[in-house]
């Protein structure tokens, strides 16, 4: 499974300058630094999923992210196809979902030794059926509007603007900043491994679509599993 050599990587490799690179790398760095204070005041509340304002903010967050992505994306003679805006393969997408499993397998095997979940902090501890409705929305935006901007940002883009340094160092440095973008250490060894994944399959396929389905279907079955285990 190489990453360092394809037409796919030699075609996305041309064009390139250090605007997009720089840009991606500076708001990559802000984007850390808010997760690690974010999730250090969500610990505080963990019925953040229970409030209507939490999906509003996460939303309007998720909204401006995305236009820093396509406007940084500007940088490029093509910004939609750069970013991963590109047809694929229904295979590609078999096999982000595929790896994606192996990585929730992973998850819950290191979970019992990580506790990443209670490090969050955002998971419910009873169900509360008169706030459905806002737990239902904000299953909405974590499931559709959240891996759709991560993607874009980390896998579209940045895959796109560190490609310059090599294929490898374009996966490996958009996972660490994905995992860090989450803001607990503890669930690197999920985070990580979870972006490598989604990061090769962006780099083969030349497209970004693959991964939003895996993430936003990741993303999905994680809030079914507390849906269901709550109630």
Not at 5 to 25: F, K
Not at 72 to 90: D, E, H, K, T, Y
Not at 180 to 198: M, Q, R, Y
Request: include cysteine.
């Amino acid at each position: 499974m190489s990453t360092t050599s394809s037409e796919t990587s030699a075609r996305l490799s041309t064009d390139s300058n250090r605007g997009p690179t720089v840009a991606w790398l500076c708001v990559a760095l802000a984007f850390i630094a808010l997760a690690f204070v974010g999730s250090t005041s969500a610990q505080t509340d963990s019925d953040v999923f229970y409030k209507y304002s939490f999906a509003v903010g996460a939303a309007v967050i998720y909204t401006i992210f995305i236009g820093i992505t396509l406007l940084i994306a500007r940088w490029f003679r093509r910004p939609l196809a750069a970013v991963g805006f590109n047809r694929f393969s229904v295979q590609w997408a078999g096999a982000a979902i595929g790896l994606i499993v192996l990585v929730l397998v992973l998850g819950v095997v290191l979970d019992p030794l990580l506790h990443a979940g209670e490090k969050q902090g955002l998971e419910p501890d009873v169900w509360r059926p008169d706030r459905a409705g806002a737990f239902a929305l904000n299953a909405l935006v974590a499931s559709t509007l959240v891996p759709f901007a991560e993607e874009l940002f980390f896998r579209g883009l940045g895959v796109r603007a560190l490609l310059p340094f090599g294929g490898l160092a374009a996966v490996s440095v958009t996972a660490l900043s994905f995992g860090l973008g989450h803001g607990i250490l503890v669930a690197l060894p999920v985070l990580v491994p979870f972006g490598l994944a989604l990061g090769w399959v962006r780099l083969r396929s030349d497209s970004v679509w693959p991964g939003m389905i895996a993430h936003g279907a990741y993303n999905g079955t994680a809030l079914l599993y507390i849906y269901f285990h709550l109630t």
